[in-house]
Structure formats: structure tokens, C-alpha cells
């Protein structure tokens, strides 16, 4: 009878061995198993994509930023946040005393609305025009062209000239990678 309950214990002892070790497996194991992932959605710079901030249209990637300074800035200063590299990221004035952080780009997929306006320009030698998220139509930020072409000139004009640019409003726009860290549904399964 004695030699049973040493059996027993033995027995329960086991059990509680191996599920200590299987509950550390778990919480072991599991984290590792995400982490992956994370390295992958951190790891893609250059090529990240930058989307409206009220409704996900994708307007950019990283490598369509072109920095182009301005002696009318107040501030200028380096950002990792945006674009997966270090971003120049420019703060302006308008007259109205209201203050935008910009990050310029050679292109991107916005609604421009022209005629373009010479008065108040951040960028002396530009004319401006205000742009628009072409989805939403929440305001993004501003085109900039040659202020001795014509007020209004065609969207291929713009696109395809290498005097032209556009500034977006930094808190206007969200990079994909950190988006797709928001949802719990794995990328493989949303179309
Ligand atoms: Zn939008």
C-alpha cells in the first residue's frame, strides 16, 4: 500500500513537471514565433509605403521623398518615423500664423488644384498649388512649380517635370508597416 501512494506521488510529481515545462514552452515559444514578423515589417525601408492618414490611400513610398531646403524654414530637423530612413522634415509658417511640419517629395499620388498662387511661397521661386488626398480630399500639403510657368499647367506636366515637387504635411500621413502592426488579422490573409 505504502509502495502505491510512493507511486502516486511519483506519478503526480511528473505531471506537474511536465506542465510547468509546457507552460513555459508556451510563453516561451509563442513570442519567438511572432518576432519574426516584426524584423520583416521593420526591415523593409526604402521601399515602404506612405498612406493618407484619414483613409489609407497609399500617396507615396520612401524613396519618392526629395528634400529640397528653404532659407524661409524656421526649423529643420531629421525624422526616422517617416519614409524608414532619416527624413528631413522642414517647419514653415503660413500667414495666417498657423505652423506645418513637411517633408518634401518629387511625387506623389495627390489632387492638386490649381491655379497656382505666387504670394507667400516657402519656397522662393516656386509658386504653389494645394493638394488633396484624390480619396478623401482631406488637405495634404502643397505643390510647388516654377512660379515663371503658367498659373495653370496639366497634372502630366507636373508629374513628369524635374523642377517640380511637393511638400505633405508630416502628421497627414502614415506609414504602411506601422498600419499593418495595428491589425491582429496576419497579412497573408487580407486581399
Ligand atoms: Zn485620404
Redesign the pocket.
Known sequence: MRCNRGLWLLVKQLEKLITMHYISFVLLCFPAAYRPGEACAAGRSSDTLLL?R??G?ELAVGTDIHFVPSRLALSSRNDTQLGGRRVNVQLFENPHGHRFEVITFRNADVRQHWPADKRFSWFPGYAWTVAT?P??N?HLGWGFQPINWPDTITKTRFEESEHTFLALITHQLLREDFASSLLVTPKSFVS
Open positions: 493618407c484619414a483613409c490611400h488626398c480619396r478623401c482631406t
